[in-house]
C-alpha cells in the first residue's frame, strides 16, 4: 500500500528565511512524487513533480524539492520565504508501476511565514 | 482553457438530507477523480471515473454516497441521508492520460 507521511502539522518561518516543508513516503515500487500547495478558498495548485532523473525538482513560485530514496523523503524547500507562500501544502504519492491508479496525499502542513 | 469547476462552492445542510455536488472536469480529459478531505486530515481518495465507467470506488464511504459520469463528461456525487461525519471539503480532478491532475477549488460540505 501506498501512504505519505507530512510529519508537521505547521510550520513557521520569518519573511527571507529558507522554508522546508517535510514529507516521506512508502511504495511497493519506485514512485512519482508531488507537492500540490491551497491558498486559503482556492483549490489544489501544483507545484512540482518528480518523475525521473535529476533528484532535484524545481517548480513554480521558486520552490523546489529533492528526491532521496534511501530516505524514501521528498522534501519542499525555498531559499527564501515570502508572506505570500502561506498556505496549506501537500505531499503526494504515486507507484510508478501501478498504472492509472490515484494519488495517495498526506495530511497537509500549514505554512506560516511572518513578516 | 477552463479549469476544472466544482458547484456548490459551500453547502450548509441538516443531518438526514440529501446533497449533490457536481464536478465539471477540463474538457476531453477521460479521467475524474474525487477526494475529500475532513479537517486535519489527510485528503482521501473517494472514487475514479474513466469515461462513464467506474475505475476504482474502493475509497467510498459507504452506501450513502453515490457518484455518476453520465456521458462522460460531468460528474455528481450525491451524499444521502447526510450525517455529521460526512463534513469536509470535496475535491474533484481531472486529467488526461500520462498529464497531471488538475484540480477544482473544492466543495465545503457542513453536515449540522
Known amino acids: 500500500a501506498q501512504s505519505v507521511a507530512q510529519p508537521e502539522d505547521q510550520v513557521n518561518v520569518a519573511e527571507g528565511n529558507p522554508l522546508t516543508v517535510k514529507c516521506t513516503y512508502s511504495v511497493s515500487g519506485n514512485p512519482y512524487l508531488f507537492w500540490y500547495v491551497q491558498y486559503p478558498n482556492r483549490g489544489l495548485q501544483f507545484l512540482l513533480k518528480?518523475?525521473?532523473?535529476?533528484?532535484l525538482v524545481k517548480g513554480s513560485y521558486g520552490f523546489e524539492a529533492e528526491f532521496n530514496k534511501s530516505q524514501t523523503s521528498f522534501h519542499l524547500k525555498k531559499p527564501s520565504a515570502l508572506v505570500s507562500d502561506s498556505a496549506l501544502y501537500f505531499c503526494a504519492v504515486r507507484d510508478r508501476n501501478s498504472g492509472n491508479t490515484p494519488l495517495v496525499f498526506g495530511k497537509g502542513t500549514r505554512l506560516s511565514v511572518i513578516a | 482553457e477552463a479549469g476544472v469547476t466544482q458547484f456548490p462552492s459551500h453547502s450548509v445542510i441538516e443531518k438526514g438530507q440529501t446533497v449533490t455536488l457536481r464536478c465539471d472536469p477540463i474538457s476531453g480529459h477521460d479521467n475524474l477523480y474525487w477526494y475529500r478531505r475532513v479537517m486535519g486530515k489527510e485528503i482521501k481518495f473517494l472514487l475514479h471515473?474513466?469515461?462513464?465507467?467506474?475505475?476504482?470506488e474502493s475509497g467510498m464511504p459507504n452506501n450513502r454516497f453515490l457518484a455518476e459520469r453520465t456521458g462522460g463528461t460531468y460528474s455528481t456525487l450525491k451524499v444521502q441521508p447526510a450525517e455529521l461525519e460526512d463534513s469536509g471539503v470535496y475535491f474533484c480532478?481531472?486529467?488526461?492520460?500520462?498529464?497531471?491532475?488538475?484540480f477544482g477549488s473544492g466543495t465545503r460540505l457542513t453536515v449540522v
Open positions: 471515473f474513466v469515461k462513464e465507467s467506474k475505475q476504482d
Open positions: 480532478a481531472s486529467s488526461q492520460r500520462g498529464s497531471g491532475y488538475t
Open positions: 518528480y518523475i525521473t532523473g535529476d533528484n
